[in-house]
């Protein structure tokens, strides 16, 4: 079984610019969870979906958008980036929360 | 606001050594801990999960425990491996426990020396 997918893996950016990140879970699993992960603030929750629907959302500005598709598989948006927006983006899916399987990660870069 | 620390931030040990890695958090309404190893530039992997009635919980080497009362839970390593090489982090979850969203500590980088 493939496990989370995370695309793309590695991207830079410059301040001001938008981006894209994307999630594919672990077939069957409905619940697709986002963290930001940074050396400063380690791990934290960015949102959380459940057939389409936004279930739970951490504390960040409004900057920060995701949204899941009919197929389970999720995106997450960041506009106008900020150099501290640099992080790791994990994504993690789940059969039943809080059981919760993580991709490796989409490394942004913003310079 | 719940809080969830690590100590020691790092730990290097000899191969085949015991170790126990300790977690502690501010607010005892939780309703399970989990904890994780996460290898350099990769993501996390479920290690144990404790839900809050149950005191502890083993997996071959690993052996976790949750004391929720005192806000603690400590991962004990037996005849730790290089392969044990890795960052370990706890994690919380509150509330009902029907969510995806964790509250993490800042973990602890793990070194086993052959």
């Known amino acids: 079984k493939a496990g989370v997918t995370q695309t793309p893996r590695y991207l830079i950016k410059t301040r001001g610019q938008q981006v894209t990140l994307s999630c594919s879970p672990i077939s069957g699993h409905r619940s697709v969870s986002w963290y930001q992960q940074t050396p400063g603030q380690g791990l934290q929750f960015l949102f959380e979906?459940?057939?389409?629907?936004?279930?739970n959302k951490g504390n960040f500005p409004g900057r920060f958008s995701g949204r899941q598709f009919s197929n389970s598989r999720s995106e997450m948006n960041v506009s106008t980036l900020e150099l501290g927006d640099s992080a790791l983006y994990l994504c993690a899916s789940s059969p039943r929360v809080p059981e919760l399987f993580f991709g490796e990660g989409s490394r942004l870069t913003v310079l | 606001k719940q809080e969830v620390t690590q100590i020691p931030a790092a730990l290097s040990v000899p191969e085949g050594e015991n170790l126990v890695l300790n977690c502690s958090f501010t607010d005892s309404a939780i309703y399970n801990l989990q904890w994780f190893r996460q290898d350099p530039g990769k993501g996390l992997t479920s290690l144990l999960l404790i839900q809050s009635s149950q005191r502890e919980q083993t997996s071959g080497r690993l052996n976790a425990s949750l004391d929720k009362s005192s806000g603690r839970s400590t991962l004990y390593i037996a005849a730790s491996q290089p392969g044990d090489s890795a960052t370990y982090l706890c994690a919380v979850s509150e509330g009902s426990g029907n969510t995806g969203k964790l509250i993490f500590g800042q973990g602890t980088t793990l070194q086993v020396k052959p």
């Open positions: 979906y459940f057939s389409e629907t936004q279930r």
